[in-house]
């Protein structure tokens, strides 16, 4: 009878736990490439989304770099690079982070090409694409420059689009 009692408490006790337990979402990856800026790149852009929600965000960038100081997407210097202009690789920014970020700084950047694409992503992270779309309503460049803390990029526009899509091919 000892032995009943017991587990019946135990399972008692066990229920408020079951009850209160919440069932987890299932987290699901959109990507979309997208022209966020200007003409002579694309990037790549990825949410991860746990319900409505952005869990987390990644940006990259590729664009034709100098084959000298880049380095290049696999099998650039192989059959995959033929085609391309000579003496150019097709490059990740955030890859040749150091090197992109040092042409910037020449251009008075005074934060790292990574380091603006974190201040981004983590801006939309936590985000709904509701809650996006209505931050960059009637917003132009300028202002979201201003709007990202920690982020100087004049396309920030553009990449916040980017992600909105990102989100919406996960949905």
């Known amino acids: ?3 009943v009692l017991s587990l019946l408490l135990v399972v008692c006790m066990m229920i408020p736990v ?4 919440e069932e987890a979402s299932a987290v699901v990856i959109g990507q979309t490439q997208y022209a966020a800026h200007g003409t002579k790149c694309f990037a790549v852009l990825t ?9 987390a965000a990644h940006i990259d960038e590729y664009q034709f770099m100098s ?3 880049s380095v290049g997407v696999p099998n650039s210097d192989a059959d995959f690079g033929t085609n391309f202009p ?3 690789v097709l490059a990740s920014k955030r890859v040749n982070n150091e090197a992109y970020s040092a042409n910037m700084a020449g251009a ?3 934060v790292a090409l990574a380091d603006n694409y974190a201040a981004i992503e983590a801006f939309v ?3 709904t694409v509701a809650d996006l779309e209505a931050e960059i309503e009637g917003k132009t460049a300028e202002d979201m420059v201003d709007a990202v803390s920690g982020c100087t990029l004049v396309d920030t526009l553009g990449y916040v689009q980017g992600l ?7 949905q």
Do not use: P
């Not at 909105?164 to 996960?170: F, P, R, V």
């Open 18 to 21: 079951f009850a209160l337990a």
């Open 67 to 69: 084959a000298e100081t």
């Open 86 to 88: 000579e003496g150019m």
């Open 47 to 55: 949410v991860a989304m746990e319900g409505d929600t952005i869990v």
């Open 164 to 170: 909105i899509e990102a989100a919406k091919a996960a």
């Open 108 to 110: 008075g950047s005074t």
């Open 1 to 3: 009878m000892k032995k």
């Open 125 to 127: 992270t936590g985000k």
